[in-house]
């Protein structure tokens, strides 16, 4: 894990009444210990999300390797501002992407496959889980044969998570949202010579109702 700090200093600005500015004095990253597991000691994290300085959170996946072994878990650690620590996690493979509403709601999605440094890929079960202020459980949601690589939280009925859905060997785009009860396909667009279109990556635009995804699409030539 790296952590970044950004210092302050105080500049007069030119004005008849001179007054004082912060500007950026310094950005410096260093790299903070981050814990594993002894029956899985090392570890890939791919999502983070920062409340404050006293409450972060990171996911992704925890595994061994030894020659045609591989086993894995999934990962949740916790930042309390002055250090990483490992939080029970319900399952849920390779997490990919966490997005939170509040302390007390947070939410994380896995794809049906990932990549360990090392290692060839591997495949897992996709899912859905959420953060309640006490404890990670799995949610129910997951379409058939998906895999969801990111999400953005907006509202407790509010959240979007993206990624693919496969089908007789085409894979499309898939975006579902949640609407405080419960998680819903919503329609995405994609061409239709395409064999292979994914979203990686959403994100929400403040005080508006839009959203932004992209991805990847490649049609049935290659190209």
């Not at 912060?22 to 899985?40: D, E, H, I």
Request: with cysteine; glycine share 8%; hydrophobic share 40%.
């Amino acid at each position: 894990l790296l952590a970044a700090c950004a210092g302050a200093s105080t500049t007069p600005t030119p004005t008849p009444t001179p007054t004082k500015t912060p500007t950026p004095a310094c950005v410096t990253w260093s790299v903070v210990a981050s814990p594993t597991t002894t029956q899985y000691p090392l570890s890939a994290l791919r999502g983070v999300v920062a409340l404050s300085p006293t409450e972060a959170w990171a996911v992704g996946s925890t595994y061994r390797h030894e020659e045609t072994l591989v086993q894995a878990a999934s990962l949740i650690e916790r930042w309390n501002g002055s250090s990483w620590s490992i939080v029970a996690s319900p399952g849920g493979g390779f997490l990919n992407s966490i997005a939170a509403v509040s302390a007390n709601d947070i939410w994380a999605v896995s794809g049906s496959s990932g990549q360990l440094p090392g290692v060839a890929p591997y495949t897992h079960d996709t899912a859905i889980v959420h953060w309640n202020g006490t404890q990670w459980s799995v949610v129910s949601g997951t379409p058939t044969s998906s895999s969801l690589d990111a999400i953005v939280a907006r509202a407790s009925n509010d959240v979007w998570a993206v990624g693919s859905t496969t089908s007789a060997g085409v894979m499309r785009p898939l975006a579902i949202h949640w609407n405080g009860s419960a998680w819903q396909v919503v329609t995405t667009p994609a061409p239709t010579d395409s064999t292979r279109s994914y979203l990686s990556a959403v994100a929400a635009i403040p005080g508006t109702n839009q959203r932004w995804a992209v991805g990847l699409t490649l049609k049935a030539s290659g190209v």
